[in-house]
């Protein structure tokens, strides 16, 4: 089936560097989307993408949806502790279907 | 506040016992989903829901059943646990057009001894 791969596995950074990760697909997506999962929570949903070359921003976060529609971006700026969870992307070819997720980036932020 | 709750945070089985897994949400979703958590996998989509009674399979579907007899709750069932399925589950719910918008509950973490 599709998998998804996600960069870095974990990261340790300074409270106030900027954070970039990012997501590949060996299938072509239509739509990507960014969950962040809180220690001993669900996943929340950051955002969404639905088009090639979009990005989109949600405060201090911004995704890309990549123009070759296999990958996709996200950056945080100026990381705060809150910031400290799992970042997973999560993709779909076709409307209708499910999304695969990917394994996740582990942030942590040191103070 | 919308919101999905699941029945258990943590639970400790025994090998071979039936394990229930219960998720209620109050948003009136259609859809709703079972994945489990793994380190280094993500999430995996166990089975989904569309509507009342029915159901289809996810990717991983092997030895887990569910129910849904209502529109607001749906069953995860185990029916003789293994410890391979020692994981965290997590049940998610969404609109029927806006599958993008799932909403997770907070996870049940579930050891098989």
């Known amino acids: 089936g599709q998998q998804l791969n996600q960069s870095p596995q974990s990261m340790f950074i300074q409270e106030g560097e900027d954070v970039s990760m990012n997501c590949t697909s060996s299938?072509?997506?239509?739509?990507w989307l960014w969950y962040k999962q809180d220690p001993g929570e669900g996943p929340v949903l950051l955002i969404a993408?639905?088009?090639?070359?979009e990005l989109t921003s949600n405060g201090r976060l911004t995704a890309q949806f990549g123009i070759t529609r296999k990958d996709s971006f996200l950056n945080i700026s100026a990381s705060i502790p809150s910031d400290v969870g799992i970042y997973f992307c999560?993709?779909?070819?076709?409307?209708?279907?499910?999304?695969?997720f990917g394994p996740g980036t582990r942030l942590s932020v040191l103070p | 506040d919308v919101k999905v709750t699941q029945s258990s945070r943590y639970l400790v089985k025994r090998t071979g016992e039936k394990v229930f897994l219960e998720c209620v949400q109050d948003?009136?979703?259609?859809?709703m989903f079972w994945y489990r958590q793994d380190p280094g996998l993500g999430l995996r989509l166990i089975y989904f829901?569309?509507?009342?009674?029915?159901?289809e399979k996810g990717d991983i579907p092997e030895g887990y059943s569910v129910s849904r007899e209502k529109k607001e709750r749906f069953s995860l069932i185990l029916e003789s646990a293994s410890t391979n399925q020692t994981s965290m589950y997590l049940c998610?719910?969404?609109?029927?057009?806006?599958?993008?918008?799932?909403?997770f509950g907070p996870g049940t973490r579930l050891l098989v001894l």
């Open positions: 993408l639905y088009k090639a070359g």
């Open positions: 948003m009136d979703h259609e859809n």
């Open positions: 999560a993709g779909r070819s076709n409307y209708g279907q499910n999304f695969v």
């Open positions: 299938s072509i997506f239509n739509t």
């Open positions: 829901s569309y509507d009342v009674k029915m159901k």
């Open positions: 998610a719910s969404s609109p029927l057009d806006h599958q993008e918008t799932q909403y």
